[in-house]
């Protein structure tokens, strides 16, 4: 990956649905030439996908929150096929801790959250749930730098 193919991806991670002739503008090469590097990316699994953000509000998602389960090893086979086929599950990550996942999920009501995690802790035992007030920062992409090196972050002088 040059410094092309890093700007094609930060471009991307703002707008998927720039066209070829926008990220041709900003990255001063031709619409053939980004469609070659896009097809590149996506062909070498860089680019794994396009999504849309959603509003869950307004389409009356009005709960967010992280649910922690507490599982056994022998337990994962059971869980995970189980928690891809709920679609109020948006992400799930096996972590490290006193519990080895973390389900991010929306519900219309706290209600609907309740039942979700009674039926979690019957199926597969402890968890441990965290209400989202408010998202300070939203899902977002990482900003790739022009160059090799990962970006770190700055240090304030007082």
């Given at each position: 990956m040059d410094k092309i193919d890093r700007k094609i991806i930060n471009l991307l991670q703002k707008n998927a649905r720039a066209s070829?002739?926008?990220l041709s503008k900003e990255c001063f090469i031709s619409s053939p030439a980004i469609a070659a590097?896009?097809?590149k990316l996506e062909r070498s699994g860089i680019i794994t996908g396009y999504h849309t953000s959603v509003n869950m509000e307004k389409i009356d998602f009005h709960?967010?929150?992280f649910i922690q389960v507490q599982l056994e090893p022998r337990q994962k086979q059971e869980f995970y096929p189980y928690i891809q086929?709920?679609?109020n599950v948006i992400e799930c990550n096996c972590v490290t801790g006193d519990y080895s996942e973390i389900m991010e999920v929306v519900f219309p009501s706290t209600t609907d959250l309740d039942d979700f995690i009674n039926i979690?802790?019957?199926?597969f035992g402890k968890t441990s749930t965290q209400i989202v007030f408010s998202t300070s920062v939203d899902h977002r992409g990482v900003k790739l730098a022009a160059a090799q090196e990962i970006s770190k972050p700055s240090k304030q002088n007082n």
């Open positions: 070829l002739k926008e590097r896009i097809n709960v967010k929150a086929q709920i679609p979690i802790q019957q199926r």
